[in-house]
């Protein structure tokens, strides 16, 4: 924004400022001739959606903080046309219900043109039009009634009070209220891009969402109406009578996110309400097998339409929904309601899937699917933790996003903006928030070392250090703020703070917080700081001061002996979970050989022995990452598929993305579950970087029982692709492509290969 011609935020200055409302601005405006460009930047609190003569053009903003609100820039010019045009601009605040990841200042909208041709329709300029619409109410949604809950509310929409037609450039405004500027009195002033504006203006940075047509599979339940499945394809109506009550199931076959696009006709006085859900549950309450029907019904989030009996009325919500499915409870006046179409919009963030991975065992390329799947709608203008419940971005979650990311798609501008949001998010004493954006701050110390280990994972797989090397000040300080709590016993000490000690959902650790992370010393949480020490060490040899790099390998290696001391027990030879705690887990042993603390002749006879010991608190879906990597480290890659057991099961019992957490799972959609997609392309088929920015490849196989598996794993170079085929007991023919420039090593039963750029073959 900065150079062009200034632009203020506009509102309906009549109402609430940060109640609950939807509101619609227009700008009508006359061109002489159609122009080549007219660019134009635009923004909103909450959202907006803007549309140019009743085609859409943009949405947003990409969710932010206050002090980094982003705006898009958009060449308006391909929807202009000589003549009369109209801009029209839909912005919505959810008000007391929205969601947490949702900051705001206040409901206003900004729109300003980029040169003094388009500068006429800058807002705060004369012609701003804003109505806010008295049709919408928000459905309110209890954590009560679904366990913790904190996305977007359901909404109901009076199609009586709707202004159709509104959009388009022949719609009289006149009765319209002329939007209010808001003054340089209730701001900070002009800032540097040429706003008045409290919001602290800075561009878009990752592409729009993708936006694709989406239809039902089937009807799995009807009630009250004939069958008729034509409508489900927009190519037939189902027509519900006057005074009918009609209820229908239908089915996406998989879970997805998208807008409920919903077109009828007639039926004034009908209420239509539509129900979304990850799956059915029974009398009990339980889901049981995801995709089952018979004996069980809906509960969830909610949306009303009350159709006004008009011709083709249209419905879209506001927000995305997630689902597999979705219940159409109809319930009519005294005149039908012909429904002509439903459908799903689906969006999600533009990842195009790259990466692939098969071999000769199939359920694996369903697992794949499911696992992609779940790593789609997991991904919007943040990553998810779940886009049912929360659509917060947890750094837990999103250290495992990112590597699905770069490894299926390649894709690295959402993993930046992911590590620039934790960076904003850090407090005046070093730690990151546990999740961000947040308009309700939430600090779970474990998890800021999390972010220390996804720098070190993008300074590995992006050529990019000095993007790396802007975010050294915070890791000092995540690492400061560990530093400052490991007392006399050598270990990091907890209970001087009331945050959350959270390392995984094991169901014998209270809130997933293992023995000592909140009140003693915990030796998973100190084992996760050596484990951030060692990484960061590396990231300050390359990038940083080299005095803190071996101030931190000396400090790495003092608590490592710490440990040994104070937590291993030589009669079960494991680390306890507390030097005070008679519990053993698979979480503290796996992090003891991550991070070092066990000695390498002795690591591999250890993760035999947690995955042995039926006894041990076992890992979850979440922390069985580490896990998986832990037996990669010790040499037990070959085991990496057989350990893929719970996700077989997962497709056994009906799930089309994975859960949360074994059962009773609340979520079916979590995408820290997903990263048997990563390590199939990094364990399985055995590609990582050699050297940091991927410059180098190495490519070590651990097949275990298979006898074929090849895929592709995208490089910012190019794609790698590797065929690998066993031959006899101990053989291997390998056929491996590199991109341009790059080289690498290809290992097999210890025996090292040189690799160059472009296709080679190779029999070992």
């Known amino acids: 924004m900065n150079g062009a011609p200034p632009a203020r935020w506009i509102a309906d200055t009549a109402a609430s400022p940060n109640g609950f409302g939807v509101y619609h601005f227009r700008r009508v405006f006359e061109l002489s001739s159609k122009p080549d460009r007219f660019i134009v930047n635009v923004s909103a609190d909450n959202r907006y959606r803007l549309l140019v003569n009743g085609q859409p053009v943009s949405a947003g903003p990409q969710r932010s903080d206050l002090a980094h609100w982003r705006y898009e820039t958009v060449d308006i010019a391909p929807a202009l046309r000589a003549g009369r045009n109209v801009i029209a601009a839909t912005v919505w605040n959810w008000g007391a219900d929205r969601p947490v990841a949702q900051e705001s200042r206040r409901t206003a909208f900004l729109l300003q043109g980029t040169t003094e041709q388009a500068a006429v329709v800058s807002t705060g300029r004369p012609g701003w039009r804003v109505l806010r619409d008295d049709g919408y109410s928000p459905l309110s949604i209890k954590s009560s009634d679904l366990g913790y809950y904190a996305a977007s509310p359901g909404e109901s929409l009076d199609a009586k009070v709707y202004p159709w037609g509104w959009e388009d450039a022949a719609f009289v405004d006149a009765a319209w209220p002329i939007a209010g500027s808001l003054e340089v009195a209730q701001s900070s002033g002009t800032d540097a891009y040429g706003v008045v504006s409290t919001w602290q203006l800075v561009p878009r940075s990752i592409p729009p969402m993708e936006e694709t047509l989406t239809r039902f599979t089937a009807i799995q339940k009807i009630d009250g109406v004939a069958p008729n499945e034509a409508f489900l394809r927009g190519t037939g109506d189902l027509v519900v009578p006057a005074r009918t009550r009609a209820t229908l199931l239908l089915d996406q076959g998989h879970l997805t996110t998208a807008f409920l696009g919903l077109e009828t006709s007639g039926g004034a006085g ?50 995305f929904r997630a689902y597999r499915f979705v219940q159409l409870d109809v319930q009519t006046a005294d005149e039908p309601l012909i429904v002509h179409d439903v459908h799903g919009v689906f969006t999600a963030y533009p990842f195009v899937e790259r990466g692939r991975f098969a071999s000769d065992a199939a359920w694996i390329d369903s697992v794949w699917v499911m696992n992609w799947r779940t790593a789609r709608v997991c991904a919007n203008e943040t990553y998810f933790d779940t886009p049912y419940y929360e659509q917060l971005q947890y750094l837990g979650d999103t250290r495992i996003q990112a590597l699905i990311s770069l490894y299926v798609a390649g894709d690295d501008r959402l993993v930046r903006n992911a590590i620039e949001q934790f960076d904003w998010s850090r407090t005046s004493d070093g730690l990151t928030a546990s999740r961000y954006p947040s308009a309700l701050p939430q600090y779970i110390p474990p998890f800021s070392l999390i972010w220390v280990m996804m720098l070190h994972d993008y300074w590995m797989l992006r050529d990019d250090p000095a993007f790396v090397r802007r975010f050294l000040p915070g890791i000092r300080g995540v690492l400061g703020w560990f530093e400052r709590r490991v007392d006399s016993t050598g270990l990091v000490r907890a209970g001087d703070t009331p945050w959350w000690g959270f390392v995984d959902w094991a169901p014998q650790w209270d809130r997933g917080v293992p023995p000592g992370a909140e009140s003693g010393h915990s030796t998973a949480v100190t084992l996760q700081y050596v484990y951030a020490l060692d990484l960061a060490a590396e990231l300050e040899a390359a990038l940083g001061a080299r005095e803190l790099a071996a101030g931190y390998r000396v400090r790495a290696n003092s608590i490592r002996a710490a440990v040994r001391a104070r937590a291993w027990d030589p009669t079960r030879r494991l680390f306890r ?144 692709d590797v065929s690998l085929t066993r031959v006899g007991v101990a053989g291997l023919r390998a056929v491996v492509t590199l991109p341009a420039g790059v080289s690498g090593t290809l290992v097999w039963r210890g025996r090292r290969t040189a690799l160059h750029e472009g296709r080679q073959e190779l029999t070992l």
């Open 577 to 720: 979970d507390s030097p005070d705690s008679a519990l053993f887990s698979q979480q503290t042993n796996v992090l003891a050989v991550l991070a070092g603390a066990v000695p390498v002749a002795e690591r591999r006879a250890l993760i035999e022995r947690v995955l042995a010991d039926t006894t041990l608190v076992r890992a979850t879906y979440y922390f069985s990452f580490y896990v998986l990597e832990a037996l990669r480290a010790v040499g037990l890659g070959d085991r990496y598929v057989e350990e893929l057991a719970p996700w077989r099961a997962m497709l056994a019992m009906g799930f089309t993305t994975t859960p949360e957490a074994p059962e009773p799972s609340r979520s079916d959609s979590h995408a820290w579950s997903a990263h048997p997609n990563y390590g199939l392309l990094a364990t399985v088929l055995g590609v990582r970087p050699n050297t940091p920015g991927f410059r180098t490849v190495l490519i070590e196989p651990h097949l275990g029982a298979r006898a074929r598996a090849e895929g592709r794993v995208p490089h910012p170079r190019g794609d790698i």
């Open 270 to 319: 009908a209420i239509a309400s539509l129900t979304y859900a990850e799956a059915l549950i029974d009398a009990n309450g339980r889901k049981g097998n995801r995709g089952e029907v018979a004996g069980r019904r809906i509960f969830g989030i909610r949306d009303e339409f009350k159709p006004d009996g008009g011709a083709h009325r249209r419905f879209r919500t506001l927000w």
